[in-house]
């Protein structure tokens, strides 16, 4: 049984390699990644809507719960056994490390141009709103 979900934007470059190193250290299967960008997203997990998914990272736990931001990256890391990024979830830090968080999300495709070379992982057509859903 998977005990997280996440559901994860793959046309970002940095978030795909994100995806590709949990995937890598998850060697209990306990992370279960989901492309919002998948045909039938919307049909398969209706709790989740795709359009503010690909604002903020979102998921849910073993129980429901739904975790957003920086949430799901210290619990999703967490579970693979890097605890690097619990530190972010310091009640004085949090709330410093959302907004930057929220900055980092807004501006994902120009930082992934920057330190990969590429914007997004599509075509044009791909990129379009609403195309894959």
Same mark, same amino acid.
């Given at each position: 049984?998977?005990?997280?979900?996440?559901?994860?934007?793959?046309?970002?470059? %940095?978030?795909?390699?994100?995806?590709?190193? /949990?995937?890598?250290?998850? $060697?209990?299967?306990?992370?279960? &990644? *989901?492309? !919002?960008?998948?045909?039938?997203?919307?049909?398969?997990?209706?709790?989740?809507?795709?359009?503010?998914?690909?604002?903020?990272?979102?998921? %849910?736990?073993?129980?429901?719960?739904?975790? /957003?931001?920086?949430?799901? $990256?210290?619990?999703?890391?967490? &579970? *693979?056994? !890097?605890?690097?990024?619990?530190?972010?979830?310091?009640?004085?830090?949090?709330?410093?490390?959302?907004?930057?968080?929220?900055?980092?999300?807004?501006?994902?495709?120009?930082?992934?141009? /920057?330190?990969?070379?590429?914007?997004?992982?599509?075509?044009?057509?791909?990129?379009?709103?609403?195309?894959?859903?």
């Amino acid at each position: 049984m998977k005990t997280l979900t996440l559901f994860y934007d793959s046309r970002c470059p %940095l978030c795909a390699l994100e995806m590709q190193a /949990l995937a890598a250290r998850d $060697t209990q299967q306990k992370l279960q &990644l *989901v492309d !919002i960008w998948q045909p039938g997203f919307a049909d398969r997990y209706p709790a989740i809507d795709p359009a503010a998914a690909n604002r903020l990272l979102h998921a %849910l736990d073993e129980r429901g719960n739904l975790l /957003l931001g920086l949430d799901v $990256t210290a619990r999703a890391w967490s &579970l *693979v056994g !890097i605890t690097r990024y619990n530190w972010l979830r310091w009640p004085l830090i949090k709330p410093v490390a959302d907004v930057g968080y929220r900055l980092f999300a807004r501006h994902r495709y120009s930082l992934s141009r /920057l330190l990969t070379g590429k914007a997004r992982l599509c075509d044009s057509d791909q990129c379009k709103p609403g195309a894959g859903q």
